[in-house]
């Protein structure tokens, strides 16, 4: 078509240093090669890192083939290139087999996992797709993306809140639902840390609301979706999850004779997700640094969203009830390498053109996160990659009782007494930041006053 070819794509830094001794700047290189294997993507990247410009990727020819991208765009280095290892590919016909025709409800449904939720779902042709959500705009984009996909899917957007159980069991018996993907929480750590009641409302309050509708109206399936944060927690958040956990795993299982199955799900970070640390550090490298990480040990386990929906669905069709699932996600990663990483992939030199600072760690955070409490069995399934962790649980009367005190201090806002309630139930809490010093018994005059 008339345009010169100028090199191979060894010779990429060649090129761009003769356009610049030109007077004339190279923006951004695009890699055409989706087809390859990783190592030699990795090996164009490298190429191309060298140049010292940004560099991104044409999507794959079955990304293009599901209608997710148009031909005409290129995305950023993708976030599978920064996971280390192959995603889980999981069972699509087993999954296939407990959605189709079937009416399914998405709590929380225009959030990072609960819209993906929602197009995974969709694909596997329910008779009805409910978006349950309290966040007008995101419902309506989620709603509007959805529609044009799958014209064939009834989509049923409403907006609705957790914390209000006649808005969940209206929503489950004006539609006849069957399964329940359980996904509406408030996730961001320091947030919670500064919000316990809040927190307390919605994650746990509104946890055990949505399990008692589709515990009184016979939903079949019923998933909530965990964090390995709620393991040994040192933060609101895993603690008000690992409360949540104990609240779906106190339900009869199908071999204790009830109708609907409660299962959690557990798994690390979400790349890309909302509020995690891959955009983040994207919006600090467009901005030309610096890039701050906590702390030089912090080390995560990632996975992508599409591999977190994918367990999520797998895990719905597996287990008889009261079971946490866990995917194997490989070997911890260290946050201050997936930066590096980042910038590199970027077209730049970590601490030659971006810097990397450190900050310290934030109130309730970790070195390193669990996924598994001591004294739970692991019992593996029929997929290698996803195992069952069973543990000592609450009877119904129990957790029922519990969450009645737990609700008359809520409603009293008495953060103190709520957080005494809370660890009664999870004492491997280890509070820290403003928790740990409210909670640690205090002495006066010799005595020790707790």
């Not at 543990?391 to 029922?400: F, L, T």
């Amino acid at each position: 078509m008339g345009i010169p070819v100028l090199g191979s794509g060894r010779q990429a830094a060649e090129i761009v240093q003769r356009f610049r001794k030109k007077n004339t700047q190279i923006d951004e290189i695009v890699i055409a090669m989706p087809s390859v294997t990783g190592r030699k993507l990795n090996e164009a990247i490298a190429h191309c890192r060298a140049t010292g410009v940004p560099c991104k990727t044409v999507p794959s020819v079955a990304t293009l083939l599901t209608g997710q991208v148009l031909v005409s765009q290129i995305r950023d280095i993708s976030t599978n290139e920064l996971l280390g290892r192959k995603p889980v590919r999981l069972d699509e016909e087993v999954i296939r087999g407990s959605i189709e025709g079937r009416s399914v409800m998405v709590t929380g449904g225009g959030g990072s996992i609960g819209s993906e939720l929602c197009k995974q779902v969709a694909s596997f042709r329910p008779e009805k797709l409910i978006i349950f959500e309290r966040a007008e705009s995101d419902l309506f984009r989620i709603h509007n993306d959805l529609v044009q996909r799958f014209p064939h899917v009834e989509i049923i957007p409403l907006i609705g809140d957790i914390q209000q159980y006649s808005n969940v069991e209206q929503a489950v018996q004006n539609h006849s639902v069957n399964s329940i993907f359980h996904a509406a929480a408030y996730k961001h750590v320091p947030m919670m840390e500064r919000h316990l009641v809040e927190a307390v409302k919605n994650n746990v309050l509104g946890t055990r609301n949505v399990v008692n509708a589709a515990a009184y109206n016979g939903v079949d399936n019923f998933l909530m979706i965990s964090s390995d944060k709620a393991v040994n927690p040192t933060n609101v958040m895993g603690l008000t999850k690992r409360v949540a956990e104990e609240i779906a795993s106190a339900m009869p299982s199908s071999e204790e004779s009830s109708q609907t199955k409660f299962v959690s799900v557990r798994f690390g970070n979400v790349l890309g997700s909302n509020g995690s640390v891959v955009p983040l550090f994207r919006e600090q490298i467009a901005k030309g640094g610096p890039v701050t990480v906590t702390h030089p040990d912090m080390k995560r386990y990632f996975m992508t969203i599409a591999e977190a929906v994918q367990l999520v669905l797998q895990a719905s069709t597996m287990g008889k009830g009261s079971e946490v699932f866990v995917l194997d996600m490989g070997e911890p990663v260290p946050i201050v390498n997936l930066a590096r990483e980042m910038i590199r992939l970027s077209g730049f030199e970590p601490d030659v053109d971006i810097e990397i600072c450190f900050t310290g760690t934030r109130p309730g955070e970790k070195l390193f996160e669990e996924l598994v409490l001591e004294g739970e069995q692991i019992v593996p399934t029929y997929h290698e990659k996803i195992k069952i962790f069973r543990g000592a649980r609450m009877s119904r009367p129990e957790i029922d009782q519990w969450l009645k005190e737990l609700q008359s201090l809520v409603s009293r806002e008495n953060e103190l007494s709520i957080m005494q309630h809370l660890r009664s139930l999870v004492p491997e809490y280890q509070p820290d930041g403003r928790w740990r010093a409210m909670l640690q018994p205090q002495r006066v005059r010799g005595a020790v006053v707790s």
